[in-house]
C-alpha cells in the first residue's frame, strides 16, 4: 500500500508528520512531502504529482487551513478525479474513509 499524505504546512509540524508517518503501519511507502529527502535540483512540483499519481490510498490531515492552499485543495480534487481510496485524519488521529459518516 503506497499512501500520499495531503496536509496544510501551517497547521502541521513535522513532529506530527513523523506521528502521522508512524500511524499507516501497513504501508509500503508512506509520502509526506516535507518528510521526504529531496534533492537540492530537484522539482519538487513534479515529485508530488508523481507521488499522488502513484499512490494506492490519499490522506488527507484535516485541519483548519486545510482547504485554504491552493496545493491541498488541487491534490484533493485529484486524488477524487482519479478514484483513489480517500481517507480523513480526524484531530484525533481516527481514519475514517470517503462516504462515512464521520467524513468531514
Given at each position: 500500500?503506497?499512501?500520499?499524505?495531503?496536509?496544510?504546512?501551517?497547521?502541521?509540524?513535522?513532529?506530527?508528520?513523523?506521528?502521522i508517518?508512524?500511524?499507516?503501519?501497513?504501508?509500503?511507502?508512506?509520502?509526506?512531502?516535507?518528510?521526504?529527502?529531496?534533492?537540492?535540483?530537484?522539482?519538487?512540483?513534479?515529485?508530488?504529482?508523481?507521488?499522488?499519481?502513484?499512490?494506492?490510498?490519499?490522506?488527507?490531515?484535516?485541519?483548519?487551513?486545510?482547504?485554504?492552499?491552493e496545493?491541498?485543495?488541487?491534490?484533493?480534487?485529484?486524488?477524487?478525479?482519479?478514484?483513489?481510496?480517500?481517507?480523513?485524519?480526524?484531530?484525533d488521529?481516527?481514519?475514517?474513509?470517503?462516504?462515512e459518516?464521520?467524513?468531514?
Amino acid at each position: 500500500m503506497r499512501y500520499f499524505v495531503s496536509y496544510a504546512r501551517r497547521d502541521n509540524s513535522v513532529a506530527r508528520l513523523h506521528r502521522i508517518r508512524a500511524l499507516l503501519t501497513d504501508a509500503d511507502h508512506v509520502y509526506i512531502d516535507d518528510l521526504e529527502p529531496h534533492a537540492a535540483n530537484i522539482d519538487r512540483s513534479k515529485a508530488v504529482v508523481d507521488a499522488l499519481t502513484g499512490a494506492d490510498a490519499f490522506v488527507a490531515v484535516t485541519s483548519s487551513n486545510y482547504l485554504n492552499t491552493e496545493w491541498t485543495r488541487w491534490e484533493f480534487e485529484t486524488a477524487l478525479c482519479m478514484k483513489i481510496t480517500m481517507t480523513a485524519l480526524l484531530s484525533d488521529t481516527t481514519l475514517v474513509r470517503y462516504g462515512e459518516a464521520r467524513w468531514p
